[in-house]
Structure formats: structure tokens, C-alpha cells
């Protein structure tokens, strides 16, 4: 039987009169791969502080699995890593994780070209700098990873790359929660998935890899292609998807 590491209950949270999360509810299972879509400003960035324990909520609960020793509860990466810009990036692994040498092997299997070790962390690119801190965030002994955006500015070896390590630590019991706008990683990756839309998860699927490396998801309601293309804020056409309609009982491929 798989562990239960994730468990929310009715969290909200708001800043002055403004609410961002509402009462959402999510569960999660060990191996779980769960990818949180949604347009700017839904509140995918607020609920990963949350879970994090950056961002305290007003309201609701939060249980996590009990980590195994050497274990933390919950890694976090940002699209934007804080890093210390006038050090170099070993000096960075070996400053911000406990685990310098998975660090490191993560690093370069991301990019093997692209040997930015000795390199000042003010002088790197975007992309490089969501590389290390992929590989810093990645390195951590968690039960839960939260990657919000983590393809973000990153080179198509990058990519791929990133899906690989990502699948590879899913296998071997790792739970991911994936903030993206990036459909090809949800696809390779995920076998759940969440619409945020104004602070709340409102469709909840499951997905299913097919041999075409698309997806189908299911859902206990209907809805158009128009509609999943409104919450999500994409352009539908980019989507290689399969919209499985319960109640229509027949397939519509975009």
C-alpha cells in the first residue's frame, strides 16, 4: 500500500481583503505526480509556499507524512532561486544543501556540456541559474518535492534532461507536486492533475500516457476544449492532448 504524504483540508488564505487560496482540498499518495495548472495569478506560487511553510494560511489544515529519518519534510524550488550572486556555484551547492554530491551528479546530468561550477552565480544566465537550483532543490532527502515553473528558461538538453531525473526519483518513491505552463513536462510526467483557477482547484483528473506520449484525462464532469483552454490560459492548439467528455462519450483531439 502506498504511504499518504500529503493531505489539505479547507485552506485559505488571504492578503488584506483579498482572497487567494479557497478552500482547497488535496490529497496525495508516495509516487504521486500532481501538476498544478492554472493562468497568472491563480494561486499555484501561493499554495506551494503554503504546503512549504513559507506562507502561513488563514485558515484550514496541512498534514504531511512523517519523513523518515534523514528526511525533511519538503522541498521547494522557485522559478526565480535564491542564490548567492558573488559565489560560485559549487560553493553554492555545498552552502545551501546537505547533499553536495547528489547536487552535483543532478547538475550535470541536467546539462553534461555545460560544466558551470566555477562559475559566478551573477554571471550565469537564467537558464543555468534554474539549473542549479533545480539540482540544489532535487538534492534534498524530501517526501514531498514542489517545483514551481521548474522548465522555465531552460535549454531543450536541460528539458529533457529534467524529465529523466524526474521520473527516475518518482520511480523510486519520490511525490512531486509540478506548478507549469509546460505541457510537454505535465505529459512525461504526471499522473495527476489540478485546475487552479481564482484559488481553487476546480477540476481534479487523472492522466493516462498513451503510446502517442499524449495524455487522456478523466473527469467526472463535462467540459469543452474551450472551457479547459479559458481556465488554463493557453493556447489550445499547442495542447497535443485527448479531451475525454464522460457524458458526451466520445473524444475530441486538439
Request: with cysteine.
Amino acid at each position: 500500500m502506498k504511504k499518504h504524504i500529503l493531505e489539505i483540508n479547507q485552506l485559505t488564505k488571504s492578503y488584506s481583503k483579498q482572497s487567494i487560496l479557497n478552500n482547497i482540498n488535496l490529497f496525495l499518495q508516495e509516487k504521486d505526480v500532481y501538476a498544478l495548472v492554472g493562468k497568472n495569478g491563480s494561486g499555484k506560487t501561493t499554495l506551494l509556499s503554503t504546503i512549504a511553510g513559507i506562507t502561513k494560511p488563514n485558515a484550514g489544515s496541512i498534514h504531511l507524512q512523517q519523513p523518515d529519518i534523514g528526511f525533511q519534510s519538503v522541498s521547494i524550488a522557485y522559478q526565480s532561486p535564491s542564490l548567492y550572486p558573488y559565489l560560485n556555484c559549487k560553493e553554492n551547492l555545498y552552502l545551501l544543501t546537505k547533499e553536495p554530491s547528489i547536487a552535483l551528479e543532478i547538475l550535470k546530468r541536467l546539462n553534461p556540456l555545460d560544466n558551470i561550477l566555477v562559475k559566478k552565480v551573477k554571471n550565469l544566465s537564467f537558464g543555468q541559474k534554474q539549473r542549479l537550483g533545480l539540482a540544489i532543490a532535487l538534492s534534498k532527502r524530501a517526501s514531498l518535492y514542489l517545483l514551481d515553473e521548474p522548465s522555465n528558461g531552460l535549454d531543450i538538453e536541460s528539458y529533457n534532461n529534467l524529465i529523466k531525473v524526474i521520473n527516475d526519483m518518482s520511480s523510486n518513491g519520490s511525490t512531486f507536486i509540478i506548478a507549469s505552463h509546460e505541457w510537454g513536462i505535465i505529459e512525461e510526467c504526471c499522473n495527476r492533475l489540478g485546475v487552479i483557477f481564482n484559488g481553487t482547484i476546480i477540476k481534479e483528473l487523472r492522466t493516462e500516457r498513451t503510446k502517442l506520449t499524449t495524455i487522456q484525462l478523466k473527469t467526472p464532469t463535462t467540459f469543452t476544449s474551450e472551457e479547459f483552454n479559458s481556465m488554463v490560459f493557453c493556447p489550445i492548439r499547442e495542447w497535443r492532448g485527448i479531451y475525454n467528455g464522460l457524458i458526451k462519450e466520445r473524444e475530441v483531439i486538439c
